[in-house]
């Protein structure tokens, strides 16, 4: 019989990237064999600040389903798009001047 690994997820607060968050909590719930509704209950418990707030202001029909939070998180947490074209002149100014 295997061990569930010992895995610590750290809290999504808003500054990191929200699909690699994401990305890490779903692989947490994978290896912690967790059912979709035992996903859901676990969420809030890695949530801080503003998104901790958010995911309380949920509608009930949202929180029943883990594909319909996860098109919720992203909306509500993706990055704006000035964040993304300075990202991507950051990345044709090191192409040019590489």
């Not at 610590?8 to 967790?34: A, G």
């Not at 059912?35 to 707030?53: D, H, K, Q, R, V």
Request: glycine share 4%; proline share 4%.
């Amino acid at each position: 019989p295997s061990a569930t690994p010992k895995v610590k997820l750290e809290k999504y607060d808003c500054k990191t990237s929200v699909i690699q968050w994401w990305l890490k909590f779903v692989t947490f719930i994978n290896l912690q064999k967790l059912t979709e509704m035992m996903a859901i209950e676990t969420l809030p418990f890695n949530l801080a600040g503003t998104a901790e707030s958010w995911y309380f202001s949920l509608y009930t029909a949202v929180k029943r389903s883990l594909t319909a939070i996860k098109e919720a998180f992203h909306q509500r947490f993706k990055p704006s798009s000035r964040n993304n074209l300075e990202l991507m002149d950051v990345k044709q100014k090191d192409g040019i001047s590489g």
